[in-house]
Each structure stands twice: as C-alpha cells, then as structure tokens.
C-alpha cells in the first residue's frame, strides 16, 4: 500500500465487514480500539483487503486502554501480520520516543506510516493547518489531518491546504468532519487527498460527518477522484 494514489478505506471495529465492503473500498481501516480482542481478529483475518490498523489515543477521540506504552505496543503488535500493510500513528505520538520507536518498527516490516492530527473542535488557521501537515508528511508515509468544520470557510481551508501540500511535494489525507464539512470527503481527492474513510454500515461511522461507504465510493468516482 503505497498511497501513490487514492485509496478509500471501510472503516470498521469488525473484520467480518471486510467482504461487504470489496465492491467499493481498496483497504479497510481496523479499529482496534473499538473492538473486541483486536489481535485474535488480525489473528483470524483471512479477507482480501489489506489493513491499516488504527489504535486511537482517547485524547483524539479514540478508546483504546492502558498506558500509551500498552497502545502502541498493540498497534506494533499488529504489524506482525501480513494483512497489516499500514499503521496509524498520532503525530502527538510520533514526536516522543515510543511513537518514534513503533514507526521505526513498522517500516522495518514494510508497513507503512500515517501519521495523523485530528481536531473535534474546529479548523486550524491555514498556516497552522499547513505546519501540521508538513510536519506530519515528514514524520509518516502520508500526513493525515481531520478537523472540524463549523462554516463553509473551514471546508475550504481544508482543501486549500490539500492543494498546498500536494504542489509541495507531500502526501496527505485531508477531511473536515461536520456537516459543514461533509462534501470534503468526496472533493478532497480531487485536491491531492490520498485517503478517505467511511463505514459499510451508516449506523457505525466512526467520525462526525461520515457518508457510508458505498455512496461516497459513488460520489468519488462520479467526480473523478478515484
């Protein structure tokens, strides 16, 4: 998984959603944090889709337990299996040594790194938003930024700094999550953005503002993103 292109990835805390989601995603993103005995189930994974395993921090909207020591151990864990083709790690986490460590270790098992920011809040300003994501581009495979919305013109910061990062040479995954938000899912390809998510079943989105992932595939691929 090299993320020279774009990639929509089913978002699920369930590897039993794996084969309702082939006729429309490219990977799925396993929730380890929301799910039940996360390395039985990349144990027992024999789908086709490869992984991108995410162990979210709860200070970033995510429910994984223990120490950060104990999350990151479990997402290095996961990339003992062969399934698992990507990781997601905090920046937060990456600028300390033990996020540094479990990038280190991915790579040496050719999996590779997004390192992502997320923003329940609201948008950065641009440069801000900017830093970030040079910041996380430098630091992982893809620099993966998702922040929130309120009006339109965070929508459109959004994919001004997708089209900025993209011109300078960085791959990142962008999305304003919100309603005000939303539409950055389906656009933000057009501007560089290398990855979206969205869940099989709309009931079990796993971030604000998320289409199901048979519409957005849809909406995508109509607007020539994919």
């Given at each position: 998984m090299e993320f020279d292109s774009f990639v929509l990835a089913a978002a699920t805390a369930d590897l039993d959603d794996e084969p309702a989601a082939r006729p429309h995603a490219d990977a799925v993103e396993f929730r380890m944090d929301l799910a039940d005995d996360p390395l039985d189930a990349l144990a027992a994974y024999d789908g086709d889709l490869p992984l991108v395993a995410t162990n979210r921090d709860p200070a970033e909207g995510g429910e994984a337990d223990g120490t950060e020591e104990e999350r990151l151990g479990a997402l290095t864990a996961a990339t003992d299996f062969a399934a698992v083709e990507a990781v997601d790690v905090e920046l937060s986490s990456l600028r300390e040594s033990a996020g540094a460590a479990a990038a280190a270790?991915?790579?040496?098992?050719?999996?590779?790194?997004?390192?992502?920011?997320?923003?329940?809040?609201?948008?950065?300003?641009?440069?801000?938003?900017d830093d970030l994501l040079a910041d996380a581009a430098a630091r992982g495979d893809v620099g993966k930024a998702a922040v929130t919305a309120t009006d339109p013109g965070d929508a459109l910061t959004v994919l001004s700094a997708t089209h900025a990062a993209t011109a300078r040479g960085d791959r990142v995954a962008t999305m304003a999550m919100g309603e005000a938000g939303?539409?950055?899912?389906?656009?933000?390809?057009?501007?560089?953005?290398?990855?979206?998510?969205?869940p099989v079943d709309p009931t079990e989105a796993t971030a604000p503002g998320q289409f199901d992932l048979a519409t957005l595939s849809t909406l995508i691929e109509r607007l020539g993103g994919r």
């Open positions: 270790t991915a790579r040496e098992r050719d999996v590779r790194v997004v390192a992502s920011v997320h923003d329940f809040e609201g948008t950065p300003p641009e440069s801000r938003l939303r539409h950055t899912r389906a656009v933000a390809p057009l501007y560089g953005s290398k990855i979206g998510y969205a």
